[in-house]
Structures are given as C-alpha cells and as structure tokens.
C-alpha cells in the first residue's frame, strides 16, 4: 500500500503535466522503486499496461486511487488546533488527494468556537456526536504525547478506523484499526546520523 501511494503521487504530477504514457522503467527511475518489484504490485491487482506502449498515465491513476479508496472524498477529523493543526488544515495537497477535513477538535477553552482555516473548532466532548452527521472514518491526531491515548480512544468511541498520529508516542489501539505514526523528531535523529557521515563510517 505504500508504494501504490508512492506511485499514485507521481502518475498525478505527471498527468497535470499532461504526460500520457510511462513505461515502468521510466517510473522505476521517478520513484526509485524497481521496476520488476512495480510491475509486480500491479499485478496483483489485475491486467495493467500494454507491451511496447507502457501504461496510460491517466487510467493508471484512476485505478490505483480506486485501490487506495481515494478516488471519492474521503472526510477526516482533526484533534489539536495548535499551530501543527493549522498547518494540517491549510495542506493543499490534502484536498488534491480527495481529503478532506470536515471537522476540528480541541479541548482549549479558549480555542473552541474560534476559526481555524474555514472550520470552527469544536469541543473534543462533541466529537462522537457530531461524526454520526460526518461518518468520517478517518482521524488526526495533532496532540502532546500525554493526551495523545485519550484522543485515540474518542475517535475510536467516535467510531474512526484509521488514524494519522503527529504525537511522539506509541498509540496502544485494538486489532483492527489501522495506524501511522508521523515523529518529526526521531525522523530528525536519524537524518543527523546521517549528515555526520557516521553511515559512510560504520
């Protein structure tokens, strides 16, 4: 799934560049994947391509964001309205990929009822009521690490299935529900591992 998500990035670039064709070389070198490894993780999901032509960059892209389920809107919850929040919301590529954020949530007296983007924030209390309107199924969780569990079980209450987690903290969540973590943090620790040269040494 996340190669398709990879190849899904690139064929939208090169279909607004209006780039009709690739072969799967060609999206090898794009994406830096294998081009056996690409060819075999279409297969899997059906016939895709023709010999000597290549792959039709527009079908191509319809059919994977089918297979990824984001070929039609798909609505998101977001918990913390903190400046990471913000950011989230006002993400263009976001609303580029069919997803949405239909909704804000934070616990902040003094954040809730206020704008955020075109959103009012709304009382994390709220949430399980106002996402059997939404049916969202999808949620955000931009929070400290210590409020981070709490918030997982509301959205889970609030019958979310799948969560995007910007908090430095391992969610501990039932089987069944799909989960990724975004550390800005640790993702650092290894790129200063790397900018010291200490992988040319090891």
Not at 9 to 22: F, N, P, Q, R, W
Not at 87 to 107: E, R, S
């Amino acid at each position: 799934m996340e190669r398709l998500a990879t190849y899904l990035t690139y064929l939208s670039k090169l279909e607004a560049h209006g780039v009709e064709t690739i072969s799967s070389a060609e999206m090898a070198a794009r994406t830096g994947m294998n081009a056996a490894q690409f060819r075999k993780d279409l297969s899997h999901f059906g016939e895709f391509g023709r010999p000597g032509i290549g792959y039709n960059v527009r079908e191509l892209t319809r059919r994977i964001a089918r297979i990824l389920k984001v070929d039609c809107e798909q609505c998101v919850l977001l918990v913390g309205a903190g400046n990471l929040g913000s950011a989230i919301v006002g993400y263009p590529a976001l609303k580029a990929q069919n997803f949405h954020i239909v909704a804000a949530f934070d616990n902040d007296r003094n954040k809730i009822g206020r704008k955020l983007w075109d959103l009012r924030i709304q009382d994390i209390s709220d949430l399980k009521k106002v996402n059997r309107k939404l049916n969202a199924r999808i949620g955000i969780i931009a929070v400290p690490a210590e409020a981070a569990q709490q918030v997982a079980a509301a959205l889970l209450e609030a019958d979310i299935r799948a969560i995007l987690n910007f908090a430095p903290v391992t969610l501990k969540l039932p089987p069944g529900i799909a989960a990724r973590n975004v550390d800005f943090v640790q993702e650092l620790a290894v790129l200063s591992f790397y900018a010291a040269g200490e992988a040319t040494r090891e």
